[in-house]
């Protein structure tokens, strides 16, 4: 069933528009709309991948299939399936009362968005972004990103793509079974999909294939780091040049047949009436999607409060070993890395509602059920001096999962990484989001000068590899070194009086011992 678009979003399409190129994809003839307001074209909901429905459920991307006559590419694609996050005071808890519920939302997702500058297609090659979106892999979709505003952003020097990829147990359902028969990292894999749909066809509507960046927020630079380290950092032909990620999401990232992912899959076959089946991975394909669908909400929502269960694994094929091990050997795709973390990454996936008896060590044994007790006084220890209690465990998950994991992907780009900090109050996870695309959230912080800073620094970064140089003038960011000269970040705040501070800081010594402590667990915590 097809949710109803609102009227809004119509509104968005339609106003001020007018009839932009047609674009022949190879399989497909799309024409898009000009938005002479903005002076940008757009097209939405391009399919870049076949339905992956049916048979192809749970397995690798397929191309798609040919359409005849021109396609109006002048609406916003449907999302994909959606799930809501762990809410369980323990972890793992493989119990649900959730019931079956109504599907408004479709597998059949995977589309594509493109804008460049202008109505006719730019003559000059320009550098092409990315944008994965982000939701901890069970939830978001293209809608929470808008080309156009990055367009606006470089003075119209880029061309801007943003794709959607399968989400929940639709694109990360894993365990030796979709192994034997399917593909593992689905999700991935559609993104894989996408970035070589944008290998081919990119040139069409202006971009350089050859100066790709992929940027992603949250789940969309969690994504972006497991590109970085797909294929065992050997990608061939090389899909992008550069990476910018956005509060890195790094959840534990089991073997594909490790003991998680296939009580996971248990759960899934058992909740969807398929435990008797002679070929339980048939009997999912063969499956309702709506009772798929609850399956997938209720083995999410059965995780441990905060954190996300159907993410990827370590599949032994586009994921060859654990991210950690592989950015420390420098097994990395791309050519350089801009990331930007916030200050307070971990609070909105901590239950604040615990800070009376909440305590470190017991805090982090639920995260990381096999770390031992001994790391987790160790952890007590290293965050002991953190305000309180509840403060503790906020920085744990900020940084076990968001900050940490930066900054081992920084040492893995030694000559050509940058790091940034958005402190801007209350400086939590997601609150960096406005600055990028304004026509969809606003901005925290509403300073002009601020606003051409930061968000001109990834556009600077995308389009030279090199955010000191910049597009616009009015930019008042001062040098800013490789971080690892001298662990050099730029931190982008304001003071009590409303204006910007954007300053060099060198990289705390304390969070880098903490770092550290991560990075040598990172076997128990599954990184």
Partial sequence: MRATIPLLSLLSLTAAQLPAPVIDVGNAKYQGAFDA????????????????????????????????GVQKATTKPQQCLQASPGKSPTNPNPK???GPRAVQDQED?????????GSTIPARPLPVIVWIHGGGYISGSAASSNGADLISEAKNGVVAVSIQYRLGIFGFLSGSQVKANGALNAGLRDQEFALKWVQQHISKFGGDPN??????????????????????????????????????????????????????????????RCGDAADALSCLRAANVSVLQAANMQVN????????????????DFITQRPTLALRQRRVNGRAL??????????????????????????????FPDLGSVNAATVARLYAGIGAPIDQVNAIMGESIFICPTYFMLNAFPAASFKGEFAVPNARHGDDAGFYFPSVRSPTFNNPAFTISFSGAFLDFATSLDPNRKIDSGNITPLWLAHLVGHSEMLFNR???????????????????????????????AQ
Wanted: positive net charge.
């Fill in 338 to 367: 801009l990331a930007m973390t916030n200050t307070h990454e971990g609070n909105n996936f901590v239950n604040q509602s615990t800070a009376a008896k909440v305590a470190a060590g017991d805090y982090v044994l639920r995260l």
């Fill in 301 to 316: 929502q059965a995780g441990f409060f905060g954190t996300l269960v159907t993410v990827p694994v370590v599949d032994g």
């Fill in 96 to 98: 649900s009362s959730l």
């Fill in 211 to 272: 100066r790709v960046t992929i940027w992603g927020r949250s789940a969309g630079a969690g994504s972006v780091l497991q590109h970085v380290v797909a294929r065992n950092g050997r990608t061939n032909p090389p899909l992008f040049r550069a990476a910018i990620s956005s509060s890195s999401f790094l959840p534990s990232q089991h073997p594909f047949d490790g003991a998680v992912p296939e009580r996971i899959f248990s759960q899934v076959v058992s909740q969807t």
């Fill in 495 to 525: 003071t009590a009086n409303g204006r910007p501070d954007i300053r060099a800081i060198t990289t705390s010594a304390a969070l880098l011992q903490r770092c550290a402590f991560w990075e040598s667990v990172s076997h128990l915590t």
């Fill in 109 to 117: 997702c995977l589309f594509l968005n493109v804008h460049f500058p």
């Fill in 37 to 68: 307001k903005t002076n940008i074209s757009g097209y939405f909901g391009m399919r870049y991948a076949a339905a992956p429905v049916g048979d192809l459920r749970f397995r690798a991307p397929q191309s798609p299939p040919a359409l005849a």
